[in-house]
């Protein structure tokens, strides 16, 4: 028994070389838990009750619904799977915030923009001045009238600069003076 394969765990001397050990870690972590390793979702994130594996495998439960069905190579469900899958589950939403001249100067693109190739691009470069949000600050920053939309009906929210603070970051009162622009 080397070393390396002891394990001191509440007064017990552990062999992690154990095959009998490893045998019923994976019968509890592994085989146990087969239904959540597929990574189940429901119909209220995605069109039916179906799971990520199935999504991304032969996504069967899709190809039935086709009159023709695809080419195996045509079959995967990327963009419904990439929008259920959630690595943490947070019920956050992601607001973009003025953090530095170029945070500011995206928002100010973003308001201002209608080219859709020009949006998308605003949109990949936006992300890295995206922080998430949990529901009861929206509801306080709502309330100050902090949250923007950048184009109406876009749901795409940018916090008002007088809400974020170089020193600590996003605040639900305001920190800063309202700025006066000149049209």
Do not use: W
């Not at 394969?5 to 870690?25: C, H, M, T």
């Not at 429901?42 to 009750?49: I, L, Y």
């Not at 990327?78 to 001249?101: L, N, R, S």
């Amino acid at each position: 028994m080397c070393l390396m394969s002891i394990l001191a765990l509440s007064g017990q001397i552990v062999d992690l070389e154990n095959p009998e050990l490893v045998r019923r870690y994976f019968q509890y972590y592994f085989f146990n838990r087969a239904k959540e390793m597929d990574y189940p979702v429901s119909s209220s994130r995605v069109e039916r009750d179906d799971t990520l594996l199935n999504m991304l495998g032969e996504n069967m439960m899709a190809v039935n619904e086709c009159r023709t069905p695809p080419p195996l190579y045509l079959r995967q469900s990327f963009m419904a799977a990439a929008d259920a899958f959630e690595a943490i589950e947070a019920p956050t939403q992601g607001v973009i915030v003025p953090y530095t001249k170029a945070g500011e100067g995206i928002i100010a693109e973003l308001c201002s923009g209608f080219e859709v190739a020009k949006q998308l691009s605003l949109l990949k470069r936006a992300q890295q001045y995206a922080v998430n949000v949990f529901p009861n600050v929206m509801k306080r920053l709502q309330r100050a009238e902090a949250l923007h939309e950048v184009q109406e009906g876009t749901g795409i929210l940018y916090l008002d600069k007088r809400f974020y603070s170089e020193e600590f970051g996003l605040s639900d009162t305001a920190t800063g003076e309202m700025e006066m622009l000149h049209a």
